[in-house]
């Protein structure tokens, strides 16, 4: 018996990393259980395991499963009610966004932010493609730095491109295991392709028709990186899934309006439109975005988001 972590899964394929730094391709055991969320994938990247090796040496057989610290979900497909588990035992989430080319929705943002919150994963924003950016979408990102700043989420400007800001970004992934996320064509891959040059990671063109990614990355992978840590590349996520949260609690997972939400009258305020409510007031004045709040917003009215 061996234990090591999940660095890959397609279909129900495991690509375990054991202790003594040697890979085995692994399948399941077929009785094999996993407590808690309903998901498609019993097992994930990041999941850590024993394994039994079979005869071969090099194949085996995932025997159990450890217990997670957290793990990040996502929608199965779009309207599903399925969730998948992208990847277990987080330090970090990494969210990759870009002003154009392709242009990142803020709502796509603040679910990811969202997600990370609900795990208690601390998330950090990566602006990518500075190069790319004229006097317009530089103002468009100070602007959205100093909101998600004041949220109180560290914001990296980064061109890729032309290799700034890299540095600062290796030394806050150090030893850490750290999720990439982002929509598609951002420059994930490319990234780690920066971090580590041996790994040759398959990147994608932007087309000019479409100004988006083409999902290139299709499976989440675990990468070693060589100053210490790993990260985890994953496919430009469309949908993300909010499982477990309650109504009332969705707002704790925004920080600046969970600070605020204090002084309402009503402790089981929504910040809707309940008389005294100090998240309302702070929106008015805008010590609030209104930009956060509309993603509030939107998130406490998608039916989509599945409640406990
Ligand atoms: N101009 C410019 N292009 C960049 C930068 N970073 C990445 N790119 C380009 O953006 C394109 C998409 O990069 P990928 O790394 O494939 O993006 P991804 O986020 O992995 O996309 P998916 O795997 O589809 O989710 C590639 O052509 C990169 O060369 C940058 O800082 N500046
Ligand atoms: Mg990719
Ligand atoms: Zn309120």
Do not use: W
Not at 60 to 83: C, H, P
Not at 238 to 256: C, S, T, V
């Amino acid at each position: 018996m061996e234990t090591g972590v999940v660095i890959k899964s397609v279909g129900s394929r495991y690509r375990v990393l054991l202790g003594n730094g040697e890979t085995i391709e692994c399948t399941l055991r077929g009785k094999l259980r996993i407590k808690g969320v309903e998901t498609t994938n019993p097992v994930a990247v990041g999941d850590n395991v024993t394994a039994e090796r079979e005869s071969d040496g090099k194949t085996g057989i995932i025997t159990e499963v450890l217990e997670r610290r957290n793990y990040i979900l996502r929608r199965a497909s779009n309207l599903s009610k399925q969730f998948q588990i992208i990847a277990a035992n987080l330090d970090q989430v990494l969210v990759m966004v870009t002003i154009i080319l392709p242009a990142t929705p803020v709502e796509f943002l603040d679910r990811l932010l969202v997600t990370a919150e609900a795990y208690r994963i601390p998330a950090r924003i990566l602006f990518n493609k500075t190069d790319l950016y004229g006097e317009e979408e530089t103002k468009r990102m100070e602007y959205l730095i100093s909101v998600y700043s004041r949220a109180g989420y560290p914001c990296h400007r980064l061109s890729l491109e032309k290799g700034d800001g890299i540095e600062d970004l290796r030394n806050s992934m150090k030893d850490m295991v750290s999720l990439i996320s982002g929509n598609s064509g951002v420059g994930k891959s490319t990234l780690l392709n920066i971090l580590n040059p041996e790994l040759r990671l398959k990147t994608g063109k932007i087309s000019d028709y479409h100004k988006q990614g083409k999902h290139i990355t299709t499976f989440p992978e675990m990468h070693r990186l060589p100053f210490g840590g790993y990260a985890v590349d994953t496919p430009g996520i469309r949908g993300f899934g909010l499982a477990d949260m309650e109504k009332n609690e969705i707002y704790h997972f925004f920080p600046e309006i969970f600070r605020v939400s204090k002084e309402c009258k009503f402790y089981n305020c929504l910040h809707l439109d309940e008389p005294g409510c100090a998240v309302r007031k702070s929106v008015e004045t805008g010590e609030i975005d209104f930009l956060r709040y509309k993603s509030y917003f939107s998130i406490l009215n998608d039916e989509n988001t599945k409640y406990r």
